[in-house]
């Protein structure tokens, strides 16, 4: 991909790129609708990404181009700008406002992407392409944050400059990948540890339902607001930052404040999805593909019941999961609305599987899904 790139770089610039750099997806193994609550996910990283080649240039502006869309953008170097309506530019427009905001002095550059991530998909391509663009600047001119500091940039970008009101998983994931590995990251203190993923005999499949979502404009926004509404009526009688530090059993004492039922089935559904992370590290831990598989089946359940952001193709996904053998666990993954399921397959199954599931996720829904095997990989590098 790398010489590709640079190759229509050379094209759409007449000039050739200084540097290819690589920045992976993420998919959330457990822990859904967390971050926002102040708890525990277990995201990691995918082979899945967004390739980006930069060049400096002398004409004092940016300019913005990627093989994945028609649409460009070209904005001057130096100073702030405004968000775009819904144009794809916005996320990397936005992370060179923070370092403009921040001081930092960057003169002109030509960013060409490619993107491998299903738009919309809950793979987290937004991030991707946030990180990237940071990673690369900062690699290239050597603004001097460490990716901690980048995660927090980008997070900014998210919740700021695209109205998005998300927590910092994403990012995270993506800067702060491993191979093999999982992060199990706490969302409040960003005190993390990687955890040793073995799948053994499985591969882990990512299943996009082709149902096209924008996060910005879904029931996101809403779900954060009623679990906020939780927090301030459980504050009536007991002191919490967040509705994660609540056990389930100290939940049970005090969730008598919540009156209406469906404030009451998205703090429940977060107090035990909290809960679910600590024990699926323990069985990855342990060795255990099995009970981290129902664990995943234990995690959708929820995510369709209680918080009510999976939807009739997501379950046709993780339905069909549950009847076929040689899946040990499913679950939706990312913020729901569509997007991506992801399940533990056993290897040397995969054709059998894409074949099977296509066949009655077309009965069901009436087109088909988009099927993936990834393994677990890298953060951001310079190629």
Sequence with gaps: MKIKLEEKFAEQYHQNADAVYFTPGRVNLIGEHIDYNGGLVMPCAITLGTWIAIAPNNDNKFRFKSLNFDAQAEVESNKTHEKNGSLWANYPIGVINEFIKDGKEINGFDFLYYGNIPIGSGLSSSASIEIATAFALNS???LGYDNLELV????????????LNSGIMDQFAVAFGEKDKAIVLDCETLKYKMVDVDLGNYVLAIINTNKPRELADSKYNERVEECQTALKLLNEEITLHNLCELTAEKFALHSHLIADETVLNRATHVVKENDRVHLAAKALNAG?????????????????????VSGKELDAVVDFCSTYNHVIGARMTGAGFGGCAIALLEKGYEEDF??????YYVDKIGYPAAIYVSEIGNGPTKL
């Design 152 to 163: 927090k940039i980008a997070k900014r970008v998210e919740n700021d400059f695209i109205g």
């Design 140 to 142: 290239y001119i050597n």
């Design 354 to 359: 894409a074949k099977q599931l296509t066949d």
């Design 288 to 308: 255990n593909l099995e009970e981290f598989g129902r664990l995943m089946y234990a995690s959708h359940q929820s995510l369709k019941e209680l918080y009510e």
